[in-house]
T-cell receptor, first 111, second 110 residues
């Protein structure tokens, strides 16, 4: 069974731009969660989607948004990028009742 | 105060030593997770537990629900165990939101 994949793996953007990150979960998994990891704040929960519905949301501004498609693939979007958005963005998938399986992450650098 | 606290923050040990990493939490939980993160960022889920004890190879995880405390043990530690170990909790059933501890950086010296 293929693992969780994330694209792109690395990304460099300029302040003010927007970015879209993609996550393909393990086949059969209906839950996809997104996390941000920074040296200062550590790992923080962004949001979780289950069967195309946002089921939970962390404490991030509205510039951070996401969606999930009918095939469970998920995207997250960050608009009006700020320097502080530079981070490793991780997604994780699960069946909804079991442990989460993490993707390799997308490392975003905002200059 | 963080909802999930880990100790120690950093741990250096000789190869072969028995390692213990501790995690305390202050909220009600449905499950506690132990994660491993190697340089480069990839995170691997080691254990998910809601009671008792689980073992996988040289790794053992225990949880005491009454005391809101969990431990991760590594027996016969090896340099390849060097990584950051992260404790995380999910607070409600059917809720995949993980709340993370700050991690323990483990270095095993040959």
């Amino acid at each position: 069974k293929a693992g969780v994949t994330q694209t792109p793996r690395y990304l460099i953007k300029t302040r003010g731009q927007q970015v879209t990150l993609s996550c393909s979960p393990i086949s059969g998994h209906r839950s996809v969660s997104w996390y941000q990891q920074t040296p200062g704040q550590g790992l923080q929960f962004l949001f979780e989607y289950f069967s195309e519905t946002q089921r939970n949301k962390g404490n991030f501004p509205g510039r951070f948004s996401g969606r999930q498609f009918s095939n469970s693939r998920s995207e997250m979007n960050v608009s009006t990028l700020e320097l502080g958005d530079s981070a490793l963005y991780l997604c994780a998938s699960s069946s909804g009742e079991d442990e989460q399986y993490f993707g390799p992450g997308t490392r975003l650098t905002v200059t | 105060k963080n909802e999930v606290e880990q100790s120690p923050q950093n741990l250096t040990a000789q190869e072969g030593e028995f390692i213990t990493i501790n995690c305390s939490y202050s909220v009600g939980i449905s499950a506690l997770h132990w994660l491993q993160q190697h340089p480069g960022g990839g995170i691997v889920s080691l254990f998910m537990l809601s009671s008792g004890k689980k073992k996988h190879g040289r790794l053992i995880a225990t949880i005491n629900i009454q005391e809101k405390h969990s431990s991760l043990h590594i027996t016969a530690s090896h340099p390849r165990d060097s990584a950051v170990y992260i404790c995380a909790v999910t607070s409600n059933f059917g809720n995949e939101k993980l709340t993370f501890g700050t991690g323990t950086r483990l270095t095993i010296i040959p």
